[in-house]
């Protein structure tokens, strides 16, 4: 058995990993952390999707001290505005259009509807994450499946950096060591050409079995030590930069997160209780980075709270996310912008996949192919949802806009949007992040309106304006009891300033 891991970096990849390894695995293996406090994170508030839910109470984290620790808010969704065209706007809903079983009913009567100009003109209208976003209002969904209060999920904002160091604690707790230094050299096995330790810049070694590589950007090990390969998704995915800044927190406190698109990009609002996340993500193609952190501090809130800050980067992935002895996690493996707030998913998702895949001394290859299989295919699926988002605008005030809406997509991609447009289909792939009510937002949110839409057999004799009516009034309806976001956020896990 493995007794011996070194994770190379903190950040929220690294103390993720530690967390969930010194878990689940036997007492007898050690864990080493090495980072540096020379080193910044790359961290600048996240915003998640649901399964982050699954994975603290994996971790055994308790959901309001957790949210105290991190300063954290809730998520139903993400708006996105002036994406398809300026003034439009849709909401990306953490849950489902109606019951799950209303999926089809709902979609042919609100085309029907639309043709005889009976219906809301928006979707987000039907579905429970949005009355209650819509109103600035949160509360956990029921459990009772014939409740449409069961109707809805729910993720985090947080910070970032507070998660990390509270993982922290926790790894130290269940037997983890932290190690301060700067990795400046791998050395590696004359025969295998696996890595048997790490070097720092005070000449000590770090040696180990298995190693993790959450070294940011760099891959420190998957890259630099065993020259892996990247694939460069940049075709599809043309922004190559992000400009950040916090602000004060001013107005509503939503219970979403708000994408917002520009001229060259777009940009994100993530509130939580100290403040309000911002950021501009943008191709450097079409614009400077003075002129992005020009228009993101023209389009605050309120007063910014730090100088803004720049990032950058190249969408795609590792040829192949575990090579030899090392399982790169996190930026190391990878990145996709963070428009549908993928990325503490992905190291999630990684995290998992490892331990399901949890190797030996042998290094079976089989379980490394199986790995990068499932992680390659997990990332195309993003990949597919996010070029989806893009590539279907109207915009015309903008060379980046242009460019995507006529650039060749994925073969992948075009066959869901053929088989939506066609048939009114949902294409539901291996390993897909997405669920089916997740495409049917983006793609009528981004006006890729079905064709046709075959009548579902119960729904003979419905009288489906009724139906819809009866929907939407219930669910605003419910959702007008629930307290405020920030009631909520109040009465059970404010943060100690």
């Given at each position: 058995?493995?007794?011996r891991?070194v994770?190379?970096?903190g950040?929220s990849?690294?103390w993720?990993t530690?967390?969930a390894?010194?878990?689940?695995?036997q007492p007898g293996?050690?864990?080493?952390?090495?980072e540096?406090?020379?080193?910044?994170i790359?961290?600048?508030?996240?915003?998640?999707i649901?399964p982050i839910?699954?994975f603290?109470?994996f971790?055994g984290?308790?959901?309001?001290?957790?949210?105290r620790?991190?300063?954290?808010s809730?998520k139903?969704?993400?708006q996105f505005?002036?994406?398809v065209?300026p003034g439009?706007?849709?909401?990306h809903?953490?849950?489902t259009y109606?019951r799950?079983f209303?999926?089809?009913?709902?979609l042919?009567?609100?085309q029907?509807a639309?043709?005889?100009g009976?219906?809301?003109?928006?979707l987000?209208d039907?579905?429970?994450a949005?009355?209650?976003?819509?109103?600035?209002?949160?509360?956990?969904?029921?459990?009772d499946?014939?409740?449409v209060l069961?109707?809805?999920?729910?993720a985090y904002?947080?910070?970032a950096s507070?998660?990390?160091a509270?993982?922290?604690?926790?790894?130290?707790r269940?037997?983890?060591?932290?190690?301060?230094?700067r990795i400046?050299a791998?050395?590696?096995?004359?025969?295998?050409?696996?890595?048997?330790?790490?070097?720092?810049q005070?000449?000590?070694?770090?040696?180990?079995?298995?190693?993790?590589?959450?070294?940011g950007?760099?891959g420190?090990?998957i890259?630099?030590?065993?020259h892996?390969?990247?694939?460069s998704?940049?075709?599809?995915?043309p922004?190559?930069?992000?400009v950040a800044?916090?602000c004060?927190?001013?107005?509503?406190?939503?219970p979403?997160?708000r994408?917002t698109?520009?001229a060259?990009g777009w940009?994100?609002?993530?509130?939580?209780?100290?403040r309000i996340?911002?950021?501009?993500v943008?191709?450097s193609?079409?614009l400077?980075d003075a002129?992005?952190a020009?228009t993101?501090?023209?389009?605050l809130?309120?007063?910014?709270?730090?100088?803004?800050?720049?990032?950058?980067?190249?969408?795609?992935?590792?040829?192949q996310?575990w090579?030899?002895?090392?399982v790169?996690?996190?930026l190391?493996?990878?990145?996709l912008?963070p428009l549908e707030?993928t990325s503490?998913?992905l190291i999630?998702?990684s995290?998992?996949?490892?331990?399901?895949?949890?190797p030996?001394r042998?290094f079976?290859?089989?379980?490394?192919?199986?790995?990068?299989?499932i992680?390659n295919?997990?990332l195309?699926?993003?990949?597919?949802f996010l070029?989806l988002?893009?590539?279907?605008?109207?915009?015309?005030?903008g060379?980046?806009?242009r460019?995507?809406?006529?650039m060749?997509?994925p073969?992948?991609l075009r066959?869901?949007?053929?088989?939506?447009?066609?048939?009114?289909?949902?294409?539901?792939r291996?390993?897909?992040?997405?669920v089916?009510?997740?495409?049917?937002?983006?793609?009528?949110?981004q006006l890729?309106l079905?064709?046709t839409?075959d009548?579902?057999?119960?729904?003979?004799?419905t009288?489906?304006v009724m139906?819809?009516?009866k929907?939407?009034s219930?669910?605003?309806?419910e959702?007008s009891r629930f307290?405020?976001?920030q009631?909520f956020?109040?009465?059970?896990c404010r943060?100690v300033a």
């Amino acid at each position: 058995m493995i007794s011996r891991i070194v994770i190379a970096g903190g950040g929220s990849a690294g103390w993720m990993t530690a967390a969930a390894l010194s878990k689940v695995l036997q007492p007898g293996c050690r864990i080493t952390l090495i980072e540096s406090e020379e080193i910044g994170i790359v961290g600048v508030g996240e915003a998640t999707i649901p399964p982050i839910r699954k994975f603290n109470e994996f971790l055994g984290l308790d959901e309001f001290e957790f949210l105290r620790r991190t300063k954290g808010s809730f998520k139903l969704g993400i708006q996105f505005v002036d994406w398809v065209e300026p003034g439009r706007r849709y909401f990306h809903p953490f849950g489902t259009y109606g019951r799950a079983f209303d999926f089809g009913h709902l979609l042919y009567f609100w085309q029907q509807a639309q043709r005889q100009g009976k219906a809301s003109t928006s979707l987000d209208d039907y579905c429970m994450a949005w009355a209650a976003a819509a109103q600035a209002r949160f509360a956990p969904p029921l459990s009772d499946p014939r409740s449409v209060l069961s109707t809805y999920d729910y993720a985090y904002h947080f910070d970032a950096s507070l998660y990390a160091a509270y993982l922290h604690e926790v790894s130290e707790r269940r037997g983890v060591t932290r190690v301060e230094g700067r990795i400046v050299a791998s050395r590696l096995n004359a025969e295998s050409g696996h890595i048997e330790a790490l070097r720092l810049q005070d000449g000590r070694e770090v040696p180990g079995e298995l190693f993790i590589d959450c070294s940011g950007f760099r891959g420190l090990l998957i890259e630099e030590a065993l020259h892996t390969g990247y694939e460069s998704w940049t075709h599809w995915l043309p922004c190559d930069r992000a400009v950040a800044v916090p602000c004060e927190n001013t107005g509503d406190f939503l219970p979403y997160t708000r994408s917002t698109a520009r001229a060259a990009g777009w940009q994100w609002r993530i509130p939580l209780q100290h403040r309000i996340g911002n950021g501009y993500v943008y191709s450097s193609n079409y614009l400077d980075d003075a002129g992005a952190a020009a228009t993101l501090l023209a389009n605050l809130d309120g007063q910014a709270l730090a100088e803004p800050r720049t990032l950058r980067f190249v969408t795609g992935r590792r040829r192949q996310g575990w090579n030899r002895n090392v399982v790169a996690i996190g930026l190391s493996s990878g990145f996709l912008e963070p428009l549908e707030s993928t990325s503490l998913h992905l190291i999630q998702a990684s995290i998992q996949r490892l331990i399901a895949l949890f190797p030996d001394r042998g290094f079976d290859p089989a379980r490394r192919d199986e790995y990068n299989r499932i992680t390659n295919s997990e990332l195309e699926r993003v990949r597919d949802f996010l070029i989806l988002h893009y590539h279907s605008n109207r915009r015309s005030d903008g060379e980046l806009w242009r460019y995507c809406a006529n650039m060749p997509i994925p073969d992948t991609l075009r066959e869901s949007i053929d088989h939506f447009r066609s048939h009114a289909r949902i294409v539901q792939r291996e390993h897909e992040v997405f669920v089916r009510a997740s495409w049917l937002a983006v793609l009528v949110g981004q006006l890729n309106l079905p064709e046709t839409c075959d009548q579902p057999p119960q729904a003979h004799g419905t009288d489906g304006v009724m139906w819809l009516e009866k929907m939407r009034s219930t669910l605003h309806a419910e959702a007008s009891r629930f307290p405020t976001h920030q009631q909520f956020i109040e009465s059970n896990c404010r943060a100690v300033a």
